[in-house]
């Protein structure tokens, strides 16, 4: 759909009220011949002292409108013509109306009426209301019907006008728009000037896995639950932290509790650059790589902006791009038959195409594949140089810290390295993470970084851990064991297929012969075992495998003998 000029749409100032109650007369008492026309040429009512009105313009004039009753105003427009206990719904504090849709008569050629009901579910929703009744023209009900409002066999006759009494439940709206007209209304986004301070489409959770918390409890009633249930949905070490960052805690709980941290988180800075071999000016430390990914994204990019990912890759990635900022976003396809291996080639030959950032996470979750450092660097040098290159190395420690392009980012103008001390130091729940790149890329994420970003306990174990290097290393040598020794028992039961990998984590291929990844993990969750189902993390994934995250040997044996008993119970099989 494309229109010469661009409506936009946004709410209603005082000074827009004059114009709306006249458009009013204009139309339902001049044109429809609902009211009679008066010699104010204006029309308002009682309702117009709370209601929001919405506003279509081109060019500053508005072309259309809608207004939006809200439940604590204590009356609405219906009430004129239908009893309470007459309506077939509940009248209730989630219950909204929506009414007055108004086009004038040369823009009815338009997308102005489906933008301005559009705004108003989102106004409406984002207000937090579950449900909406509408009393709609039968000239213009279809439009109701299929946008998903339910009409209620109640017919309202007002002055030459008939009205339908409409119906809908914000969920089930929600549901039905996006199953069915997400592509016409995403069109419509790119077509209007939408600025009514509310996102276009209402914001998505990203999803992480962590449901093992379901089963311990998201208040801490009781910890101890814990012991119960395996946690390989996420992937935190399965080892504990530095055994000298909890000597350090607990020697000094009370006072690292109720102690304000080091305001711009200098030492861990400085001990980050030291240890990594750059200049402090190279770090910027961040309340856990995703709060960072958060900030520095939504820095840099708009809705014009164009990204490339890889596909499958790690969630939060997508979710920030496309459902936040919304960006056009690329996929570089990594195919389950080459073994989820990004191909170079085909980097280097897409990078061409004038994008505003790349995002590669390697190694890569959830495949758990590395591209060797070397390879990476002389990828990036064919890279164009006003491309942002933001490199995730959440896990490269399990593959080795000299594979890492912190040094190397460090001396160009447009690599970033985002490292997150969760996975590897042991520290999830303390949430630690830094960007290492040149000051250029860093100089305006630090001036909008807040004071006290990581707390004092966690800047503490992020430099007792890089201090505390043998013992981590021992850490991973013996996650390379541990796997193995996983994989290969997986190996033995009938149909399964792990893909090997150096992280502490890798995707396991269930037999297509036996129940689908979304059994297996309801299955598994049962017996206390959560996994990942991994089929809605990539296009090239399928129904079919799951992840897991590699756990201590005798967790590890617990976890075979599991999905065996899942995998072996005849009833699932087809």
């Given at each position: 759909?494309?229109?010469?000029?661009?409506?936009?749409?946004?709410?209603?100032?005082?000074?827009?009220?004059e114009?709306?109650?006249?458009?009013?007369?204009?139309?339902?008492?001049?044109?429809?011949?609902?009211?009679?026309?008066?010699?104010?040429g204006s029309?308002?009512?009682?309702?117009?002292?709370?209601?929001?009105?919405?506003?279509?313009?081109?060019?500053?004039?508005?072309?259309?409108?809608?207004?939006?009753?809200?439940?604590?105003?204590?009356?609405?427009?219906?009430?004129?013509?239908?009893?309470?206990?007459?309506?077939?719904?509940?009248?209730?504090?989630?219950?909204?109306?929506?009414?007055?849709?108004?086009v004038?008569?040369?823009?009815?050629?338009?997308?102005?009426?489906?933008?301005l009901?559009w705004?108003?579910?989102?106004?409406?929703?984002?207000?937090?209301?579950?449900?909406?009744?509408?009393?709609?023209?039968?000239?213009?009900?279809?439009?109701?019907?299929?946008?998903?409002?339910?009409?209620?066999?109640?017919?309202?006759?007002?002055?030459?006008?008939?009205?339908?009494?409409?119906?809908?439940?914000?969920n089930?709206?929600?549901?039905?728009?996006?199953?069915?007209?997400?592509?016409?209304?995403s069109?419509?986004?790119?077509?209007?000037i939408?600025?009514l301070?509310?996102?276009?489409?209402?914001?998505?959770?990203?999803?992480?896995?962590?449901?093992?918390f379901?089963?311990?409890?998201?208040?801490?009633d009781?910890l101890?639950?814990?012991?119960?249930?395996?946690?390989?949905?996420?992937?935190?070490?399965?080892?504990?932290?530095?055994?000298?960052?909890?000597?350090?805690?607990?020697?000094?709980?009370?006072?690292i509790?109720?102690?304000?941290?080091?305001?711009?988180?200098?030492?861990?800075?400085?001990?980050?650059?030291?240890?990594?071999?750059?200049?402090?000016?190279?770090?910027?430390?961040?309340?856990?790589?995703?709060?960072?990914?958060?900030?520095?994204?939504r820095?840099?990019?708009?809705?014009?902006?164009?990204?490339?990912?890889?596909?499958?890759?790690?969630?939060?990635?997508?979710?920030?791009?496309?459902?936040?900022?919304?960006?056009?976003?690329d996929?570089?396809?990594?195919?389950?038959?080459?073994?989820?291996?990004?191909?170079?080639?085909?980097?280097?030959?897409?990078?061409?195409?004038?994008?505003?950032?790349?995002?590669?996470v390697?190694?890569?979750?959830?495949?758990?594949?590395?591209i060797?450092?070397?390879?990476?660097?002389?990828?990036?040098?064919?890279?164009?140089?006003n491309?942002r290159?933001?490199?995730?190395?959440?896990?490269?420690?399990?593959v080795?810290?000299?594979?890492?392009?912190?040094?190397?980012?460090a001396?160009?103008?447009?690599?970033?390295?985002?490292?997150?001390?969760?996975?590897v130091?042991?520290l999830?729940?303390?949430?630690?993470?830094?960007?290492?790149?040149?000051?250029?890329?860093?100089?305006?994420?630090?001036?909008?970084?807040?004071?006290?970003?990581?707390?004092?306990?966690?800047?503490?174990?992020?430099?007792?851990?890089?201090?505390?290097?043998?013992?981590?290393?021992?850490?991973?040598?013996?996650?390379?064991?541990?796997?193995?020794?996983?994989?290969?028992?997986?190996?033995?039961?009938?149909?399964?297929?792990?893909?090997?990998t150096?992280?502490?984590?890798?995707?396991?291929?269930?037999?297509?012969?036996?129940?689908?990844?979304?059994?297996?993990?309801?299955?598994?969750?049962?017996?206390?075992?959560?996994?990942?189902?991994?089929?809605?993390?990539?296009?090239?994934?399928?129904?079919?495998?799951?992840?897991?995250?590699?756990?201590?040997?005798?967790?590890?044996?617990?976890?075979?003998?599991?999905?065996?008993?899942?995998?072996?119970?005849?009833?699932?099989r087809?």
């Amino acid at each position: 759909m494309t229109l010469d000029k661009k409506i936009k749409i946004s709410l209603a100032t005082t000074s827009d009220r004059e114009d709306i109650y006249k458009i009013r007369h204009n139309v339902f008492a001049s044109e429809l011949k609902q009211h009679h026309e008066n010699e104010q040429g204006s029309i308002s009512d009682q309702l117009d002292k709370f209601n929001t009105y919405l506003i279509a313009t081109i060019n500053q004039e508005i072309i259309g409108f809608i207004s939006i009753t809200p439940p604590d105003g204590g009356i609405y427009s219906i009430d004129k013509y239908i009893k309470r206990a007459e309506l077939p719904f509940a009248v209730d504090n989630g219950l909204y109306e929506m009414r007055i849709l108004t086009v004038l008569k040369e823009h009815r050629n338009t997308p102005a009426a489906l933008l301005l009901m559009w705004a108003a579910f989102r106004w409406i929703e984002a207000h937090g209301g579950s449900n909406i009744m509408a009393i709609g023209r039968i000239e213009i009900l279809e439009l109701y019907l299929k946008l998903g409002f339910m009409a209620m066999g109640h017919k309202i006759q007002s002055g030459s006008v008939t009205f339908e009494l409409l119906f809908g439940n914000v969920n089930s709206l929600n549901d039905h728009i996006a199953n069915n007209y997400k592509p016409l209304f995403s069109k419509l986004f790119k077509n209007c000037i939408w600025d009514l301070g509310i996102s276009f489409f209402k914001p998505s959770e990203c999803y992480h896995g962590g449901d093992f918390f379901q089963a311990i409890g998201t208040e801490f009633d009781d910890l101890s639950r814990r012991n119960q249930i395996i946690n390989a949905d996420v992937l935190d070490a399965w080892f504990p932290p530095s055994p000298k960052i909890l000597k350090e805690l607990e020697t000094n709980l009370s006072w690292i509790c109720k102690t304000s941290p080091p305001t711009d988180c200098n030492g861990m800075t400085n001990t980050i650059a030291r240890f990594r071999g750059v200049q402090p000016e190279n770090i910027l430390p961040g309340a856990g790589s995703s709060d960072l990914i958060f900030q520095a994204f939504r820095a840099w990019l708009t809705s014009r902006s164009r990204v490339l990912i890889l596909d499958p890759s790690y969630g939060e990635y997508p979710h920030v791009l496309e459902n936040i900022i919304g960006c056009h976003v690329d996929r570089l396809e990594l195919l389950k038959e080459e073994g989820y291996i990004v191909d170079l080639d085909r980097l280097i030959a897409l990078s061409k195409n004038s994008y505003d950032l790349i995002v590669l996470v390697n190694p890569n979750s959830p495949t758990g594949q590395h591209i060797d450092r070397k390879e990476l660097e002389a990828v990036i040098d064919l890279i164009p140089h006003n491309t942002r290159i933001w490199i995730d190395e959440t896990y490269i420690e399990y593959v080795g810290q000299a594979q890492s392009l912190e040094k190397y980012a460090a001396k160009r103008s447009n690599v970033i390295v985002c490292k997150s001390m969760s996975k590897v130091y042991a520290l999830s729940g303390l949430r630690s993470a830094y960007l290492c790149a040149s000051p250029y890329q860093l100089e305006n994420l630090r001036s909008i970084t807040p004071p006290w970003a990581v707390s004092l306990p966690s800047q503490i174990a992020a430099v007792i851990a890089l201090q505390d290097d043998q013992y981590y290393l021992n850490c991973y040598q013996q996650t390379h064991i541990l796997r193995e020794e996983l994989v290969q028992e997986l190996s033995e039961i009938n149909g399964l297929n792990p893909v090997k990998t150096n992280t502490n984590f890798f995707l396991c291929q269930l037999p297509s012969d036996g129940p689908d990844a979304k059994t297996v993990v309801q299955k598994c969750r049962e017996k206390g075992l959560y996994l990942r189902n991994a089929s809605n993390m990539g296009k090239q994934i399928g129904d079919y495998t799951i992840r897991i995250a590699v756990k201590d040997r005798e967790t590890n044996r617990k976890m075979v003998n599991i999905l065996k008993e899942v995998l072996l119970d005849k009833n699932l099989r087809t």
